[in-house]
């Protein structure tokens, strides 16, 4: 009954998704829902009906119609009773204390004067309500998963329950759960009350906790040498698997199941809610884990009660240092440890030695493949080893899988084929001829959440879904994308603006550098971005307070925009300072015309004669305008049309204040580096 408790809860709301976005495919059963409710929360008895036509065991469709007898009318109850049977008076607790307790956190309805924030979901993921996560058609993927579902229910339960969560994430993690509220996922308020009936019925007694792992791979850059950043790019991965490997194995001693107390996740960043009793067992294994990856792990732990989110403790767990044995120089640059079978690999400026060990994070993309199942067992064996932690990474199902996941997958079909969530890793290796970096925090963003648990945990679990869309969609480059930000190379600063609009957050933090040395980059932006989110001053740095509309020319002296590096070429054409203090301030309108005139003859000349760096420059500089509004247009092959187009630059007194704001500030900057 446990399990089927567990599944209830996974499935409780599947209703909404025909009562809110699919009225038309199944009419018939929201009007006789209807009759039966009186129109009282309908969609419990829909996904009631949904379940029975898949064949689903008669408790577990119980559960769920009944799951708002709390909230209607006795006459309403009984008629549900008469068509799905009674439940269990505990059960009926369980069930309906975990989706209150969810529902707490959220935001009121009197709170809604204000509008909603600035993510909806399904668009933000670039899909419709009618698509799937990975593109199919969602009544073909509900239809073809529950019938499949309702099998292994009959089955093997255990296996239920890991096929249950790959498919509500294909159908619902783009859906929201409520109306008065764009930022929460249904996938999230499937997650969350299951994880707390899991708790409540195994540890009945104990208090549920909010707790947040997170690899603190931003620490290691700080001891970045000039060429490592293939290895940061691995650590995600090695560091993903070898996260929910602790978790699943931690958690197979209490009996609980590390896919329903997995709230949200992402490459370096777990959200667990948990029965106390489980915290030290589990933190016992991180210290093994942090050996395994040569990394720091952030703990931090929460209490959660009803509507509120109280800090307890939290704990760094760093890595066992490593004493390297005298006179011995063949050593590894990553974990230092002596070896005798290294391996070198060419890089930029030396070779990179590597044991065979590091070799396989480093270069990740050499061993996995997409759209295929990976599977955690207890070995010292496979594609990774975590010899620590005595787990292994292998490239199929077998009967003592841990937990696993379908990494990239092209389509729902391949999740529904193995009967495991899926996980989208956008990151690929550095490519040495892409000189701009770029990093993207959206921490201070995510941390308007932190007191608003469902929130919290769909922000968690969409943001490196929707960054790496974004990414992706730019032809950008992904170094590594978190739960709150990401690192990428670009070809242009214009590609990065791109980019940015394409976010349109508030609280977007960016840090822009010309590329040096792989590692030293990565090492300054990690660096930048973590100053930055702490509110310290900090050069390099282009922040936004508001959204990159044209609105924010108006607001010009509010916005922190310094650029580190890119002062070099602003200098080159420092002749545009002067020019433009003419044609803005002089009274001579003889002066005017030959200053303007000469400003044309600039920009036209490095746009149309100029190759290289300084016509690179010139249009990031324009890149940089584009910010404030399309200002230039462009040809089919992306090249300034003529003298004309650029001197639209100059036809608005507010582009030309912006542009020499924008060139004292590159100047200022040039005179601290």
Not at 72 to 93: C, H, M, P, T
Not at 464 to 475: A, E, I, M, S
Request: hydrophobic share 40%; aromatic share 8%; proline share 3%.
């Amino acid at each position: 009954m446990m399990e089927k408790l567990i599944l209830a809860s996974m499935l409780h709301d599947i209703g909404k998704i025909f009562t809110n976005y699919l009225q038309d495919y199944v009419p018939e059963i929201i009007e006789e829902a209807g009759r039966i409710t009186g129109n009282n929360y309908p969609h419990a008895v829909v996904g009631a009906m949904i379940l029975k036509d898949a064949d689903f065991p008669d408790e577990i469709i119980a559960m769920v119609a009944h799951h708002h007898d709390r909230k209607i009318g006795q006459q309403y109850i009984r008629a549900i009773s008469k068509r799905f049977g009674d439940i269990d008076n505990r059960v009926l607790e369980i069930l309906m204390k975990s989706d209150y307790f969810d529902s707490s956190f959220r935001r009121r309805e009197k709170e809604e004067k204000e509008k909603g924030e600035p993510i909806e979901i399904t668009k933000r993921l670039g899909l419709s309500t009618s698509e799937s996560l990975h593109g199919e058609k969602i009544t073909e993927v509900i239809k073809n998963g529950l019938v499949k579902l309702s099998k292994l229910c009959k089955q093997d339960i255990s296996r239920a329950i890991p096929f249950a969560d790959a498919l509500l994430k294909e159908i619902s993690i783009h859906l929201r759960a409520d109306q008065f509220d764009p930022i929460i996922s249904l996938y999230a308020h499937s997650k969350i009350p299951a994880a707390i009936a899991g708790s409540l019925i195994n540890f009945p007694k104990d208090n549920l906790t909010l707790t947040s792992v997170n690899v603190k791979i931003d620490e290691k850059a700080r001891f970045a040498t000039s060429d490592v950043v293939e290895y940061f790019t691995g650590l995600h991965l090695y560091s993903y698997f070898g996260l929910i490997g602790c978790v699943a194995k931690t958690l197979k001693k209490f009996n609980l199941n590390a896919d329903v107390h997995i709230v949200a996740e992402s490459s370096t960043h777990l959200l667990l809610i948990l029965p106390e009793s489980t915290i030290k067992s589990l933190i016992e294994n991180f210290r093994l884990l942090a050996d395994d990856i040569l990394c720091p792990i952030k703990i931090e732990i929460f209490n959660l009660k009803q509507s509120e989110i109280t800090f307890i403790a939290h704990e760094i767990i760093k890595p066992t240092p490593k004493a390297i044995p005298f006179g011995v120089r063949t050593i590894c640059n990553i974990c230092k440890r002596p070896s005798r079978d290294v391996i070198k690999f060419p890089k930029i400026d030396k070779d990179l030695i590597l044991c065979p060990y590091c070799s396989r994070i480093a270069f990740p993309y050499r061993i996995f493949s997409p759209d295929k199942v990976y599977s955690i067992i207890e070995s010292d064996k496979g594609l990774f080893v975590y010899p620590a932690l005595r787990l292994g990474v292998i490239d199929n199902v077998t009967d003592d899988t841990l937990i696993g996941r379908v990494l990239n997958p092209n389509s729902s079909r391949s999740v529904l084929k193995y009967g495991f969530p899926s996980f989208d890793l956008f990151i690929s290796s550095f490519k040495k001829e892409l000189k701009i970096w770029a990093g993207i925090s959206l921490n201070k963003f995510i941390q308007r959440y932190k007191n608003r648990l469902h929130a919290l945990v769909s922000l968690y679990q969409i943001t490196p879904l929707f960054l790496g869309r974004v990414l992706t969609k730019t032809n950008a480059n992904s170094i590594e994308i978190s739960s709150s930000g990401a690192i990428f190379q670009s070809s242009s600063l214009k590609q990065v603006i791109t980019a940015l609009k394409s976010i349109g957050l508030n609280d977007v933090a960016v840090a822009i550098v010309k590329q040096g040395a792989p590692g030293m980059t990565y090492q300054k932006l990690s660096i930048m971005l973590e100053k930055l989110n702490k509110g310290d001053s900090v050069l390099a740095v282009y922040s936004m307070d508001n959204s990159l509309t044209q609105k924010d020319v108006e607001k010009l002296n509010e916005i922190k925009l310094k650029i580190l590096d890119f002062s070099s070429f602003l200098k080159s054409v420092f002749k545009v300072n002067d020019l433009l203090e003419i044609y803005l301030h002089s009274e001579d309108e003889v002066e005017k015309v030959h200053a303007k005139s000469e400003l044309l003859r600039l920009l036209s000349y490095y746009y149309s004669r100029k190759k290289g760096k300084v016509e690179r420059h010139i249009e990031d500089l324009v890149g940089i305008l584009g910010i404030f509004g399309e200002v230039v247009s462009t040809d089919q092959k992306g090249e300034v049309n003529d003298k004309e187009e650029i001197s639209k630059l100059f036809e608005n007194r507010e582009y030309i204040q912006a542009l020499l704001r924008l060139i004292n500030v590159g100047l200022e900057v040039g005179e601290l580096i």
